[in-house]
C-alpha cells in the first residue's frame, strides 16, 4: 500500500482505540510492518479486527498480518484433516508407490509424512502411535508455516541474507597446499 493508502488505514484503526496521539516511532513501525499488504487486504483485515476488538487498545501489527494472511492464503488443514488425507494415499497407493503417494499430499502434509516415513505410516503395527507421530510433526510444522506466512517479504530476504552469512563456506584447501601437506607427511 502507498503512504497515502497507510494514512487512512492507519486513521481507520485509530478512530476507535484510546492511543489517539500516537508517536511517529509507532506510526513508523506500523508503516514498516504492514506496508506490503494491499490496501483492500489492510483494510478488510483492519474491519475484521475492529468489529470483534474488545478492548481499548490498537493490536500490534502482527494481528492485521494473521488476518490479511487468513484472507488471502489458503486454508491449512487441520492435523486431522491432513492425517485422513495420508490416509487416503495410503489405501489408494499403498507401501510401494511412495512417490504418486506424496506427489497426491499438498506440501505440509507431504513434509510430516516424511518426518515420520511413509513406510512407517503404512506399516506400522501400532496405528495410534504413528498417528501422533505424524500428528505433532505436521502442528509443529504447522504453527511454523503459519509464523511464516504473517512475516513479510523484505524481512524474510533480510532473514534469508543473514542465514547465508552464518553459514560458513566449506574452506577447501588449494591443490598446491594439498601436495604440500602430503609431501611433508610421506617426508618427501
Do not use: H
Not at 11 to 33: F, I, L, M, Q
Not at 101 to 124: P, Y
Request: glycine share 4%.
Amino acid at each position: 500500500m502507498t503512504r497515502q493508502e497507510f494514512g487512512k488505514f492507519y486513521g481507520y484503526v485509530t478512530a476507535a482505540v484510546n492511543d489517539t496521539n500516537p508517536s511517529k516511532a509507532r506510526v513508523e513501525v506500523y508503516w514498516d510492518a504492514l506496508n506490503d499488504l494491499p490496501f483492500d487486504v489492510a483494510m478488510v483485515a483492519a474491519k475484521k479486527i475492529m468489529a470483534t476488538l474488545e478492548n481499548p487498545f490498537l493490536p500490534m501489527p502482527a494481528k492485521f498480518r494473521k488476518v490479511a494472511a487468513e484472507l488471502t492464503q489458503p486454508r491449512i488443514l487441520t492435523a486431522g484433516e491432513a492425517y485422513e488425507k495420508v490416509l487416503r494415499a495410503i489405501r489408494g497407493y499403498g507401501s510401494y508407490r511412495e512417490q504418486d503417494a506424496l506427489d497426491s499430499l499438498d506440501e505440509l502434509t507431504r513434509k510430516a509424512v516424511q518426518a515420520v516415513g511413509w513406510k512407517s505410516l503404512c506399516l506400522s503395527e501400532e496405528p495410534d502411535i504413528v498417528r501422533a507421530q505424524f500428528r505433532k510433526a505436521y502442528e509443529a510444522m504447522q504453527v511454523r508455516a503459519e509464523d511464516y506466512s504473517k512475516v513479510p517479504d523484505k524481512l524474510k530476504d533480510a532473514m534469508a541474507t543473514i542465514m547465508d552469512k552464518m553459514i560458513p563456506e566449506p574452506k577447501i584447501p588449494s591443490r598446491q597446499k594439498q601436495i604440500a601437506e602430503l609431501a611433508e607427511k610421506f617426508n618427501l
